[in-house]
């Protein structure tokens, strides 16, 4: 978490240990988590946009420290007083340190309703790309009120994630429905990028708010930040 200085992470400032215990002492978000937003119903289309916005801009800047979430969903997902989305939970996200030798990761981890089908497939995987699966799901979530695999048996779940078999609600826009199949792509090798991602015409509108940084940005604010900590 240290690696991942950002707006929209929350921040670890210190970590004390005892004999028997360790405390983490982190950036408290009052908001509560956004699931909570989400058991409540679908969230309108603009409001779910400038999540999705901040979650992809966390999530880049966390792949360019070489830091792979791998448990992506709502409820790791936590909102400030100003409603502004925090990442939260690393307890099962890898560095990139720990790929093999063929460059991938391969501890089989997640949520169910929220993995990717290379994961399912007990394959060797990418974990930009799973991370990117992992994100649509949560932007579907977020628009549709409810997940896109949903099965009460697990296998039949498992089925249709390696299917890619669900359906997109008639309310979601036409640029929205586009961008969900391309991140919902069962083909990691096909599956759009992040930088595709941002460079999508509904992704992008409306990206003005300053609490959407791009991964240089939040690497120059990581490094003012460590100059004032050191002249202090």
Not at 88 to 94: H, K, N, R, V
Request: net charge positive; with cysteine; hydrophobic share 40%.
């Amino acid at each position: 978490m240290r690696l991942v200085k950002h707006p929209n992470v929350i921040q670890l400032y210190e970590v004390l240990a005892t004999k028997t215990k360790i405390y983490f002492v982190m950036e408290y978000a009052k908001g509560g988590e956004l699931f909570m937003k989400v058991a409540k119903g679908r969230v309108k289309e603009e409001r779910a946009r400038k999540y999705f916005q901040q979650l992809i801009s966390a999530i880049d800047f966390c792949h360019s420290r070489g830091v792979y979430h791998r448990d992506l969903k709502p409820e790791n997902l936590i909102l400030d007083e100003n409603g502004f989305l925090k990442v939260s939970d690393f307890g099962l996200s890898a560095l990139a340190q720990g790929k093999h030798l063929d460059g991938l990761l391969h501890t089989i981890c997640g949520t169910p309703a929220y993995v990717p089908p290379e994961i399912i497939c007990k394959e060797g995987y990418d974990g930009a790309k799973a991370d990117i699966w992992s994100c649509g799901v949560i932007l579907f979530v977020l628009l549709a009120g409810y997940l896109p695999f949903h099965d009460m048996n697990l296998m039949s779940l498992y089925k249709k994630i390696i299917k890619a078999d669900y359906k997109l609600p008639d309310w979601f826009s036409s640029d929205v429905r586009k961008l969900l199949r391309k991140i919902l792509d069962p083909n990691p090798k096909t599956r759009i990028s992040i930088e595709q991602i941002m460079a999508n015409p509904w992704f992008k509108k409306g990206l003005n708010s300053r609490s959407v940084k791009t991964a240089t940005e939040s690497e120059d604010l990581f490094a003012i930040d460590c100059r004032s900590s050191i002249r202090s």
